[in-house]
T-cell receptor
Framework: AQSVTQPDIHITVSEGASLELRCNYSYGATPYLFWYVQSPGQGLQLLLKYFSGDTLVQGIKGFEAEFKRSQSSFNLRKPSVHWSDAAEYFCAVRTSYDKVIFGPGTSLSVIP | EAGVAQSPRYKIIEKRQSVAFWCNPISGHATLYWYQQILGQGPKLLIQFQNNGVVDDSQLPKDRFSAERLKGVDSTLKIQPAKLEDSAVYLC?????????????FGPGTRLTVT
């Protein structure tokens, strides 16, 4: 079955530290992969997406993600976290017939 | 380009009452999605339309939820009767393929509180 897992429910990092959020997907064909961010009470904002080509994709707000087919992973990274990055992060995969499945999310807290 | 519109933005009802949400997708987008997002969880796909046909409604609680997309444009999602566990944000999204690239756009959501 198609699915997305985000192993870390909650992560806390210090401001200025690096960040990596994990995402694993289950889908037989080549996936379209997305990372979204959602601040409290706000809508979903697309950070970045992977369709094909270069496996390292750059997004907004200094985020990047790397697609690793062998590991079925699409981890999100940021070299230096800002306090404003505290939010909920969702990984998603587009499967057949343009069905988009979301992971359960990772909540990020940033310590000043 | 106008985004995905949803109304109302907030709704408070008592259990066993009925409620309806409306979504207007981006013009020209053939695919429309309704998601349910319970606090602290990821969005769960309830139903997906391609034009006015249903592509996937496997997670729609059909005993109480219904959705339609007349004429392949606007869509309504109805809950009748509502239960406490239906309290959530209901997100509408639409998608398009432009030169083979897939893009999905979300509306602001409707926050439903069932008391």
């Amino acid at each position: 079955a198609q699915s997305v897992t985000q192993p870390d429910i909650h992560i806390t990092v210090s401001e200025g530290a690096s960040l990596e959020l994990r995402c694993n997907y289950s889908y037989g064909a080549t996936p379209y992969l997305f990372w979204y961010v959602q601040s409290p009470g706000q809508g979903l904002q697309l950070l970045l997406k992977y369709f094909s080509g270069d496996t390292l994709v750059q997004g907004i707000k200094g985020f990047e993600a790397e697609f690793k087919r062998s590991q079925s992973s699409f981890n999100l990274r940021k070299p230096s976290v800002h306090w404003s990055d505290a939010a909920e992060y969702f990984c998603a995969v587009r499967t057949s017939y343009d069905k988009v499945i979301f992971g359960p999310g990772t909540s990020l807290s940033v310590i000043p | 380009e106008a985004g995905v519109a949803q109304s109302p933005r907030y709704k408070i009802i008592e259990k066993r009452q009925s409620v309806a949400f409306w979504c207007n997708p981006i013009s020209g987008h053939a695919t429309l999605y309704w998601y349910q997002q319970i606090l602290g969880q990821g969005p769960k796909l309830l139903i997906q339309f391609q034009n006015n046909g249903v592509v996937d409604d496997s997670q729609l609680p059909k005993d109480r939820f219904s959705a339609e997309r007349l004429k392949g444009v606007d869509s309504t999602l109805k809950i009748q009767p509502a239960k406490l566990e239906d309290s959530a944000v209901y997100l509408c999204a639409s998608s398009n393929r432009d030169r083979g690239l897939y893009e999905q756009y979300f509306g602001p959501g409707t926050r439903l509180t069932v008391t």
